[in-house]
């Protein structure tokens, strides 16, 4: 069996490159997965790349980042529950010998639990590293049974799918606030508009979703709600979150932190993917092949215009 892979490591912030590296054997409840497709986040690997990542369990460098990959199973474990040939999601691994696995999706081969990988349609192709934002924004809005979200901030990857799911919700219309000209396009036929904030002097929202990471925007947003409304903060916050409390205590305002996404999530956004009432499509902007790593990754922190850049792993063997 060979244990050997290519992966993305940083080996401290701001320095990353394509190195070889060596796989923990699989167990009978593991399984070998060659991977395909890996996306690069704009969010936590971003501040990974950056050096801004608050510490937390299993933080450090070197790492292998990325937790939205998909490839085919190549070896299966005989209590894995899967079969060679399959297509599946990979939502990372911790499975390297010289470097941590925060996340550890970005690698052209890689060892994980067989109930981690999630099969998935062959004709989703590359569109599937997108199921595991696609689950973060199911889990952060509540799915379709909470209260409708009627205001999303942020109009990157992450906001067009909690927006293209809240429109999923019957009589719904939702807004999305966007400050950047060249990331207003792309609300049609979803069920949306996109506004910018100076141009909607709505103050009755009932429930708001941020997904910008501004950890100054709380009070703008209490400002705009309605009493007894929701905040749900479904971004990543690198600095210390604060808001005044006068005018949340006097609309009652109940304010929610959004967790990463549950199996349960990724299953129901399975099914509206694959019923055809969520699309992915127009999500994946950029693509590089994996050997271009530092630039696919620099591009995807830099360029306005990069909604979700991919890294193709297919010709690395």
């Not at 010998?97 to 349609?121: K, M, Q, T």
């Not at 100076?198 to 947003?221: A, E, K, M, P, W």
Request: proline residues 7%.
């Amino acid at each position: 069996m060979n244990l050997d892979t290519l992966a993305v490591v940083l080996d401290q912030p701001e320095s990353l490159a394509l190195k070889p590296l060596t796989l923990t054997p699989p167990g009978d409840a593991d399984v070998m997965v060659a991977i395909e497709w890996s996306g690069i986040s704009t969010g936590t690997e971003r501040l990974l790349w950056s050096g801004r990542m608050p510490s937390f369990p299993g933080m450090g460098y070197p790492l292998v980042p990325g937790y939205e990959s998909v490839g085919r199973v190549t070896w299966a474990g005989d209590r894995s529950g899967l079969e060679i040939g399959q297509r599946v999601f990979v939502p990372g691994a911790r499975c390297y010998n010289e470097a941590r696995g925060l996340f550890g999706g970005a690698a052209s081969r890689i060892v994980l639990p067989g109930e981690r990988a999630v099969p998935v349609s062959e004709v989703l192709g590359e569109d599937a590293v997108l199921l595991a934002l696609a689950a973060t924004a199911y889990h952060a809005i509540g799915g379709l049974s909470a209260g409708p979200v009627d205001l999303v901030i942020g109009h990157g990857v992450l906001g067009r799918l909690v927006a293209r799911i809240a429109a999923l919700a019957e009589g719904a219309r939702p807004t999305v606030w966007e400050t950047n000209p060249e990331r207003t396009h792309g609300a049609e036929g979803h069920g949306y508009q996109v506004v910018a904030p100076d141009q909607d002097h709505r103050t009755d929202y009932r429930r708001i979703c941020d997904v910008s990471g501004d950890s100054g925007i709380l009070d703008t947003l209490i400002a705009r709600m309605a009493p007894g409304g929701e905040v749900i903060l479904a971004g990543f916050y690198s600095q210390p979150l604060s808001f005044s409390f006068p005018p949340a205590f006097m609309r009652e305002t109940c304010i929610r932190v959004a967790a990463e996404w549950r199996p349960p999530d990724m299953v129901a956004v399975k099914e509206l993917v694959d019923s055809g009432r969520l699309s992915l499509d127009g999500l994946i902007t950029h693509r590089e092949p994996a050997t271009r790593a530092d630039e696919a990754y620099r591009t995807a922190f830099s360029d306005p215009n990069c909604l979700k850049m991919i890294l193709d792993w297919r010709s690395i063997s």
